[in-house]
């Protein structure tokens, strides 16, 4: 990898976060089932696992790659991650055009089109206790150091995440089923912000090494 990103690298990366997933499902359902509904976990490794078995032979580009990636948990996860991580991804696609090849300034700006969409979609604020409590630093983290190049960019991403993701535990949740809870989801890690660290992670361990 000499500056820019392939599209067999960013199929590398979703496998490598839907391997995370499965990892962690026990994990992720348990943070839901603190502050949710306990599926958080089967959620994400039965979306990731039908996204998986939809990328042989890989897509043609990493646009074409996004819309599948986005399709397919929209379809096959229910619950409000599905949609919003389905967001994500289908956000993303659109701003990449026919490139094989994306830079980091390029990818940086897919990543800022994708999570505006998850914000328009599921309306939710920084400090709301939600996935974007780790999305949307890790975004400032990436455009800060995108000059520095896609390794250095994902390492700081997955930093700011997993920071943003650490930040989740004190507060009170205002979206989704955890604000049912009022006062008493404070004390816990959001699930969303937890698994949308590992997506981070997963794309900072594959780029490790980039330019
Ligand atoms: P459900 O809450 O429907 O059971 P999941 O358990 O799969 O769905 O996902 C819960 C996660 O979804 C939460 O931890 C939170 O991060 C995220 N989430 C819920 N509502 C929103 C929202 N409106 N905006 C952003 N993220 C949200
Ligand atoms: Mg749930």
Redesign the pocket.
């Known amino acids: 990898m000499s500056g820019a990103v392939s599209t067999d690298d960013l199929v590398a990366c979703i496998r490598a976060f839907r391997d995370a997933v499965h990892a962690r499902k026990d994990e992720l359902t348990r943070l839901?089932s603190e502050?949710?509904?306990a599926?958080?976990g089967s959620?994400?490794a039965r979306g990731l696992d039908a996204v998986v078995a939809k990328l042989d032979p890989a897509p043609a580009s990493p646009s074409d790659l996004f819309k599948t990636v986005g399709m397919t948990l929209v379809s096959s996860?229910?619950?409000?991650?599905?949609p919003?991580y389905g967001t994500l991804f289908l956000r993303m696609g659109p701003t990449l055009g026919v490139e094989t090849e994306v830079d980091a300034a390029t990818l940086g700006a897919a990543l800022r089109a994708g999570v505006e969409g998850?914000v328009a979609?599921?309306?939710?604020e920084l400090g709301?206790?939600?996935?974007?409590d780790a999305l949307s630093p890790a975004l400032d983290a990436w455009d800060a150091a995108a000059a520095e190049g896609l390794a250095e960019a994902a390492r700081a991403a997955a930093d700011a995440a997993a920071r943003g993701r650490d930040a989740t535990e004190p507060l009170v949740a205002r979206?989704?089923?955890?604000s049912y809870l009022g006062e008493r989801s404070a004390g816990h890690l959001?699930?969303?912000?937890t698994s949308?660290t590992l997506l981070l992670e997963a794309l900072r361990d594959t780029l490790a090494g980039a330019a």
């Not at 996860?77 to 599905?82: I, P, Q």
């Open positions: 839901d502050i949710g509904d599926d958080h959620n994400m996860v229910g619950g409000a991650s599905g919003l998850v979609r599921g309306k939710a709301d206790k939600t996935m974007i979206k989704g089923r955890a959001d699930p969303g912000a949308a």
